[in-house]
């Protein structure tokens, strides 16, 4: 019977009153879905659950989109959710999706434009209605972590027809005046339709416009509008947006008191060092009488150095001097001596000069006579010839010449070129 209902009947969107609402441990949702004219009982599973973007009470008005089934274990018809909305809210879900898709697509939402609210604000700027709960939140949570720090409020209606137009011009208003570091734009919990002025683009472009930091707290953790993506910084709510907005006090306190302790440690580790290098300059300070009589003693001591200093080399150079005048004079040459000396050596010289030579010109005479005997030209001159081959050797053996050989021959003077026509050696033959 499940399966006939399953291939039989479509999914349909129905609307109705939630009453009876189970959440249970498995993430499963039960409730009943009526009407003034009839009820049928519900469920939606985990998964499909979990991408519902509210959380349904008792008493809200939806519409589901689900499929008839049958639970056999107790033969009851019920609707198994698929979807499901906020009764009336289809058109603007499908507004507010067309609208986030466009501004996303021009780069409003991008995460490299996002600025950081400031550390520490001279001022926080709030929007929002002077009749708004958030606004009491905000101020409550600002006087408890933040009093020191003032809030200019900068009122504009937070639902309503012209609500936007006028959350957009206190937008501009606060940028214009300059008089904040932060600005937050929040408001209380409600429907899509209570919310709907923070998801205009006109806004949208204000926050993007704006000069300072904006932070947006628009109704709950679960609520997201298009304020929260263009905004700077979003919080879950009104409360969470002041927090982000100030640092408490007392943590500056702590951090002033911090910082005052390191300060106080290092100015004593100043004046301690300082305290020490005074006791040393004390220490070596002097009265100018001592200075006088100990500058005075020095120069004495300096005085005294300087005469024995001047004294000494000088008694050095004269026994030096008298020590090279003793060297001398063992070491002066006797020139008396030297010249009758040279005296007698120059005598003997010329006496044996007198007595040599005559024998030394006998020996050169008869040397010269061997000389002029021996020599080839007076032999020559006699007569003789010097015969010498081709070749150039003197031949001294007829034997070794042949017929027709060609001697040259050296005579007192001058040379001639002969052959020979017959050689006769020593012993006679031919």
Do not use: C
Not at 139 to 165: C, E, K, M, N, T
Not at 335 to 357: N, P, S
Not at 379 to 403: F, K, N
């Amino acid at each position: 019977m499940g399966q006939l209902l399953d291939r039989s009947i479509p999914a349909v969107w129905v609307s109705g009153e939630i009453s009876n609402f189970t959440q249970a441990a498995s993430g499963h949702w039960y409730f009943t879905l009526k009407d003034p004219q009839a009820a049928v009982r519900a469920v939606m599973f985990r998964g499909r659950a979990q991408a519902v973007s509210f959380s349904p009470r008792a008493g809200d008005k939806v519409e589901i989109r689900a499929r008839v089934s049958l639970y056999e274990p107790r033969g009851d018809y019920q609707l198994q959710v698929d979807a499901m909305r906020p009764a009336g809210q289809g058109g603007l879900y499908e507004a507010f999706l067309r609208l986030k898709e466009k501004l996303a697509a021009q780069g409003l939402f991008d995460p490299e434009r996002k600025r950081e609210p400031v550390a520490l604000p001279r001022a926080i700027g709030v929007v929002t209605s002077l009749q708004a709960a958030a606004l009491r939140d905000v101020l409550s949570a600002l006087a408890r972590r933040a009093p020191h720090i003032p809030v200019v409020i900068y009122p504009a209606p937070v639902q309503g027809a012209d609500a936007a137009a006028r959350l957009a011009a206190a937008v501009r208003a606060a940028t214009a005046r300059a008089e904040v570091d932060t600005l937050l734009l929040v408001r209380g919990g409600g429907s899509i339709e209570d919310l709907w002025s923070f998801n205009d683009e006109a806004l949208a472009y204000a926050i993007l416009d704006s000069a300072i930091p904006v932070i947006s707290g628009v109704g709950h953790e679960t609520d997201f509008t298009i304020a929260d993506f263009v905004a700077d910084l979003r919080a879950p709510t009104p409360t969470a947006a002041a927090e982000l907005a100030a640092t408490p006090r007392g943590e500056w306190l702590a951090r002033v008191a911090q910082a005052n302790r390191a300060l106080a440690r290092t100015q004593q580790r100043r004046l301690e060092r300082a305290a020490q290098r005074l006791d040393r300059a004390a220490a070596q300070l002097t009265s100018p009488g001592q200075r006088l009589s100990h500058q005075r003693d020095r120069l004495d001591a300096l005085r005294h150095r300087l005469g024995v200093a001047a004294r000494r080399p000088l008694a050095r150079r004269e026994a030096r001097l008298e020590v090279l005048h003793t060297r001398l004079a063992h070491r002066r040459p006797d020139v008396r001596r030297a010249a009758e000396r040279l005296a007698r050596v120059q005598a003997a010289l010329a006496q044996a000069g007198r007595r040599l030579t005559p024998a030394r010109q006998a020996a050169l005479q008869a040397l010269s006579g061997q000389l002029r005997a021996l020599d080839p030209q007076q032999t020559l001159a006699r007569g003789y010839a010097i015969a010498r081959d081709t070749d150039g050797r003197i031949v001294r053996d007829a034997g070794t010449l042949a017929r027709g050989a060609r001697l040259s021959l050296r005579f007192a003077r001058g040379e001639a070129q002969v052959d020979v026509r017959d050689v006769t050696p020593e012993d006679g033959a031919a």
